[in-house]
């Protein structure tokens, strides 16, 4: 019995090793403009998402995706509004017609590097024609904390190689 334990002992320390996981994680950053910001015919006003305040840390955690909704809505006054929610990058970029609530504000890589490199997101509400208010704005953006500090399965199964050859080494002085 103390033989099978003393095998099994090394090879749960080596299978315990293996299971190491980054934390899937989700930063939200929400602005809630109070009062409501207005933006006049042919204006934009910008503004800054920032994630790092929740916790992402630049270079350390690692983000697969992300989502923006802005809450644009007309006051009324004219038939036509258009607005453009410009985010980093040339892709990214939305019109939208009919203002009417939550927005969905577009996706690009440069603004998925952006919030890679520093956690900030930037964003700008442009008028094309008329006049309405911005409520609010999420950036949701989902990753992993601390991927980078998850170590390599190949180094792992080295040190559980090189434990086990200490158990075996220590086992045949016993021996002799």
């Known amino acids: 019995m103390m033989k099978f334990r003393t095998a099994l002992v090394p090879f749960l320390l080596l299978a315990s090793m293996a299971t190491a996981h980054a934390l899937p994680v989700t930063w939200v950053d929400t602005i809630d403009f109070t009062p409501d910001r207005?933006?006049?015919?042919?204006?934009?006003?910008?503004?800054?998402?920032?994630?790092?305040?929740?916790?992402?840390?630049?270079?350390?955690?690692?983000?697969?995706?992300?989502?923006?909704?802005?809450?644009?809505?007309?006051?009324n006054d004219r038939a036509m509004d258009v607005a453009l929610v410009d985010v980093p990058g040339i892709l990214g970029d939305t019109l939208f017609f009919n203002l009417s609530g939550r927005e969905y504000g577009g996706w690009s890589l440069i603004g998925q590097a952006q919030l890679i490199l520093t956690g900030y997101y930037d964003v700008r509400i442009t008028s094309l024609a008329g006049d309405f208010f911005l409520?609010?704005?999420?950036?949701?953006?989902?990753?992993?904390?601390?991927?980078?500090?998850v170590p390599e399965p190949a180094t792992l199964g080295l040190l559980g190689l090189g434990l086990l050859g200490v158990g075996a080494s220590v086992r045949r002085k016993k021996n002799v």
């Open 38 to 75: 207005y933006v006049a015919p042919f204006a934009s006003y910008g503004y800054t998402h920032n994630i790092v305040d929740n916790g992402y840390t630049p270079f350390v955690d690692g983000i697969y995706g992300y989502s923006l909704n802005v809450n644009l809505y007309d006051d």
């Open 135 to 149: 409520g609010s704005s999420t950036l949701t953006v989902r990753g992993e904390e601390n991927s980078r500090s």
